[in-house]
């Protein structure tokens, strides 16, 4: 009888271990942190990537959908299929920023084949989201590392999908520290706000009217995960794998500027593989949708309820994105 009961335990266990998360996510094509962050998703065990969804945010379209593919390509991936979003947000992010995505495109790492085989979807991105959600056996996962443009012109276009979201783990605002949008790229700003944010903050405002659990990912959090010396150097280490060699590349373009970057989309994506880095604290917040502040994630009590990340395991991350980069 005690034999049949470890048995029946360990079958539980072992199924328990098998299950997988399913998750769509929807990045906004940024040359480095999206693609990375992406990669590392895609490499998460207990998670199923149902789709990839491209959002025209700090990036040009269509060669952030082209990388996406030839990324899904290098890890030898072809049951993720990819569609393009024609949602479109308030404030564009500058162009300097979005150009580097050619050179990302154009890296020797991705080009390695004659053709890109991974799939892309004829259907808008909101309407392959609607489309997977309803489909799916149980509630998604949204994994939202730009602007949410894309999710609220789906939920404009079916309201019912919030019943089929499970959560949207998003990287975006600032609560206690400042913003990223600068005065040298918007001089009528306060600088509170957070780029993904005011990039559409109705969008935003949208999602905070539905009652979809929202696990926020923000800048005061990724701040304490620079992009170091010493990790760029780890990657160098590790060239040898193709996705560290990748992690490399696109992290270096970004890198190689006057200011500091962090693992900001990165570290969003880890909450999904190792939920034990971090410590869930419920916040009530607001969006500013106009004024100086747009954009503004605004702390303030009666705000909608978000449960915030705070990583409690600063080496643990980074030990964990560069195992995870070793294939």
Not at 98 to 121: C, E, G, H, S, W
Not at 185 to 209: I, L, M
Not at 266 to 289: C, M, N, Y
Not at 290 to 299: K, M
Request: some cysteine; hydrophobic content about 45%.
């Amino acid at each position: 009888m005690a034999g049949r009961y470890y048995i029946c335990l360990n079958a539980l266990l072992l199924a328990a271990m098998l299950a997988q998360t399913p998750v769509i996510i929807d990045h906004d094509g940024g040359a480095t942190d999206d693609y990375v962050s992406t990669a590392l998703v895609l490499t998460m065990p207990n998670v199923k990537v149902m789709g990839i969804i491209v959002s025209p945010g700090v990036t040009f379209l269509e060669p952030a959908v082209t990388v996406t593919r030839k990324l899904l390509d290098l890890m030898g991936i072809s049951s993720v299929p990819v569609a393009r979003s024609d949602a479109r947000g308030v404030n564009p992010f500058p162009t300097a920023w979005r150009r580097n995505i050619y050179v990302a495109d154009a890296l020797p790492i991705l080009n390695q084949k004659a053709a890109i085989t991974a799939p892309l979807l004829s259907e808008t991105g909101a309407d392959f989201l609607i489309r997977a959600v309803t489909a799916s056996a149980e509630p998604v996962t949204l994994l939202a590392t730009g602007p949410l443009s894309t999710v609220a012109q789906a939920l404009n276009r079916q309201p019912e999908i919030e019943k089929r979201i499970a959560r949207i783990v998003w990287m975006g605002g600032a609560l206690r520290v400042p913003g990223n949008v600068s005065k040298s790229d918007e001089p009528s700003h306060d600088g509170s706000a957070e780029w993904n944010v005011y990039f559409d903050a109705p969008a935003a405002a949208r999602v905070w009217k539905t009652k979809i659990p929202v696990v926020l990912c923000p800048l005061d959090t990724t701040n304490k995960v620079p992009v170091t010396k010493e990790v760029l150097q780890e990657l160098a280490r590790l060239r040898s794998h193709p996705l560290a060699d990748f992690a490399g590349q696109v992290t270096a373009l970004a890198a190689g500027s006057s200011e500091q970057i962090y693992f900001w989309d990165a570290l969003a994506a880890a909450w999904l593989g190792r939920p034990e880095l971090f410590k869930l604290t419920d916040w009530e917040v607001d969006i500013v949708t106009s004024g100086p502040g747009e954009g503004r994630t605004l702390a303030r009590a009666g705000g909608r309820k978000v449960q915030v990340m705070e990583l409690t395991d600063v080496a643990g991350f980074y030990r964990y994105f560069l195992k995870q980069m070793e294939r």
